[in-house]
């Protein structure tokens, strides 16, 4: 278990406290849709942290081609049709280039900042030349409006609530998901990223925001960064 990491409930429970049996239940959302707005059709996806193969399966059924990497060999059971990778994020190199790197469910947001870094450099290794990555942020007032409760319309209840005083920027957070027949809980470590301070996490990283892919900013597509090139006379330099 990753420290400051723990989950409760039936069936294996992942290194960073997810609930297999309950991500194998969880819907898809808009994330297909988010997605093939913003890669080339037909695109080679790295799918980093890609659990059960919730999007993964999605992704697969639009036609795109999915290399899913997750640390969690339980999860990795759950995906069918997909290449499969049982490795910790930030140790990938696969010594290969992707159209597109999809580094979802807000996994730059960990705690630990040279955790993070490790993961954005990884995005960056398996990056074509012209190609993108595609991020999930938290939601701009995801830690201020706690505790909430959300009703999913498949018939299961999300509490999120504080699990204790914010510690040199990270925050505990304590999620809990109950069905009719059972309850799963999760504790993890949150890192909060202003606008920029996302944005200057990308520069260390080599890449820059191409653009926000919704109008909530949760998610980015960013590309590499470009090194200015050398002035011309009487021209302003290129970034």
């Known amino acids: ?110 705690g630990d900042i040279e955790t993070r870094r490790r993961m954005l450099q990884a995005c960056t290794r398996h990056l074509a030349e012209h190609g993108c990555v595609l991020i999930q942020r938290e939601g701009e007032d995801y830690h201020s409006d706690l505790p909430r409760e959300r009703v999913d319309p498949s018939g299961f209840t999300v509490r999120i609530a504080s699990a204790g005083p914010a510690e040199n920027g990270v925050h505990p957070v304590r999620a809990e998901y109950e069905f009719p027949d059972a309850v799963w809980t999760q504790t993890f470590r949150t890192r909060p990223l202003t606008k920029e301070q996302f944005e200057e996490a990308l520069a260390e990283a080599g890449l820059r925001v191409d653009r926000y892919l919704t109008q909530d900013r949760i998610w980015v597509r960013a590309v590499r960064a470009v090194r200015a090139a050398r002035a011309v006379p009487g021209e302003p330099a290129e970034e």
């Open 1 to 110: 278990m990753r420290d400051g990491y723990n989950g409760t409930g039936p069936g294996a429970i992942t290194p960073d406290g997810c609930a297999v049996e309950f991500y194998s239940r969880l819907p898809v959302g808009d994330e297909p849709d988010v997605i093939s707005a913003a890669v080339p059709p037909g695109a080679h996806i790295l799918e980093l942290g890609s659990g059960v193969g919730r999007v993964t399966h999605a992704l697969l059924q639009r036609g795109f081609t999915v290399t899913a990497v997750d640390e969690s060999a339980d999860m990795l059971e759950r995906v069918h049709g997909a290449r499969t990778i049982c490795s910790p994020i930030e140790d990938l190199d696969l010594g290969e280039t992707f159209d597109a790197v999809m580094l979802a469910s807000f996994l730059v947001h960990n």
